[in-house]
């Protein structure tokens, strides 16, 4: 925008005004020079304003760049740097976040700082994926997968583990559950065998299943992948449900889309 400005304006300081002089000869030689002082002194604003310009845009592009390289940082110390550069691998941590949390964590005792390391070996060395369902868990089978409390009959498939927490905290499921670990994504280039489905048809075929609950997100990735699942349970003597999508506890109508409304509708249940 400060561009197209600019470039106006030097286009029109470049266009020499009408010359008022030579349209006629009522001028004098006094007029003639007058014109020729205001078109000068008039080219002259023309120039200084485009160079005005011009330098705001460059100043613009230079702190454009300079917000992209904001992850440049100069460190005193080696070790300093090692320990911001680590932290800022994890996912929406930015080296200057990065250097906060460094600075935080000088400031704790030692022993906390020790114990927080050894949390995040522990999560390498002592935790792992069930055998059975891929949750996390400390041994070879998860506690739902060993809990006699637990309907074995009933799997419900979920994208990762955290979706297990989130189910779990809801307290109104007593099923077990198979983790893919992901969804099928052919723009991402994750196709069925990439995620964690040939084990659940596999769990399914070797064992009395009554109920597979498709947990999945209401997005393209989840409906492909819950349309995958449903095609390869077709010939099963089981039961494939979804859970329902529609307005969420606590929201307007006028405030929810088409989609989710319409979903609302077709999903709806009988009340009397
Ligand atoms: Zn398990």
Redesign the pocket.
Known sequence: MVLLVGVTRFELATTRPPDVYSTGLSYTPFFKRSAKVHCLLKNSIYYFEFLFFLWHALHCIHVFLLSENLNYLNLPSKILEQAVNELSQFPGIGKKTALRMVIHLMKQPEESVGSLAKAIINLKTNLQF?S??H?V?ETD??D??KSVNRNKRIICVVKDFQDCISIESTGHYNGTYHVLNGLVSPLDGIGPEEINIASLLKRVNENETDEVILALSATMEGDTTSFYITKKLKDKSIKVSQISRGISIGGELEFADEITLGRSLLSRIQVS
Request: proline share 0%; aromatic share 0%; charged share 0%.
């Open positions: 069930c059975i369902c949750n868990s089978t998860c739902i997968c």
